[in-house]
């Protein structure tokens, strides 16, 4: 049993008899009093898809969920559900677009070590790369000479994301993208 502390995004618990996934958290340190963090977690249920929102002292033990995590890759939209095939049996699984609307920014069929969150047999949650290579399709024309400590302007990537990136960066680029920050991680490696 993990501390409040301890639990990450995307992480399933049990909690009031149900199983939650784990989409926020927010660490706040109240001031004049003494004590730990606080954390705020946005949770949905898995079979209802109801929110709520709860607040844990740090030390606050969390039952952890039976989660199974199985590699999968994007295949194709069908209406609003992403389905995503199982890399190793070829299931399909079927994720409604709302349950991962963060990801879905970062999703294409290039994608690789995304992993889907499955629960009592049903596929609720993605668990993404750290950083994802994407292809900048509109950006300012790079400046010649800029360094890399220069300032930023935005680009539109290949799944329709905007994110700020170095002004040497130019159309046609590939660059890593950091998920969960959804910011610039540094040059696609060219293989």
């Known amino acids: 049993m993990p501390k409040a502390s301890e639990i990450k995004?995307?992480?399933?618990?049990?909690?009031?008899?149900?199983?939650y996934i784990v989409r926020d958290i927010d660490r706040s340190v109240p001031q004049g009093r003494a004590g730990g963090s606080i954390y705020r977690m946005r949770m949905y249920d898995v079979v209802t898809g109801n929110k709520i929102d709860e607040s844990f002292k740090d030390s606050d033990m969390l039952n952890l969920a039976d989660l199974i995590r199985r590699p999968a890759m994007f295949s194709y939209i069908d209406g609003d559900d992403y389905v995503f095939m199982n890399t190793e049996d070829y299931t399909?699984?079927?994720?409604?677009?709302d349950s991962i609307a963060d990801e879905v920014l970062f999703i294409d069929e290039s994608i690789e070590g995304i992993q889907v969150i499955i629960i009592d047999d049903i596929p609720v949650a993605l668990d993404m790369p750290t950083n994802v290579e994407l292809e900048v399709t509109e950006t300012d024309p790079s400046i010649k000479g800029a360094s890399a400590t220069s300032r930023t302007k935005p680009a539109t990537l290949s799944t329709g994301v905007t994110v700020q990136v170095p002004e040497y960066i130019s159309t046609g680029d590939?660059?890593?993208?950091?998920v969960e920050e959804k910011r610039f991680a540094g040059r696609a490696e060219t293989k």
Do not use: E, H, Q
């Open 174 to 178: 590939k660059i890593k993208v950091n």
């Open 9 to 19: 995004k995307n992480a399933a618990i049990d909690y009031n008899g149900g199983t």
């Open 92 to 97: 399909p699984y079927n994720l409604n677009k």
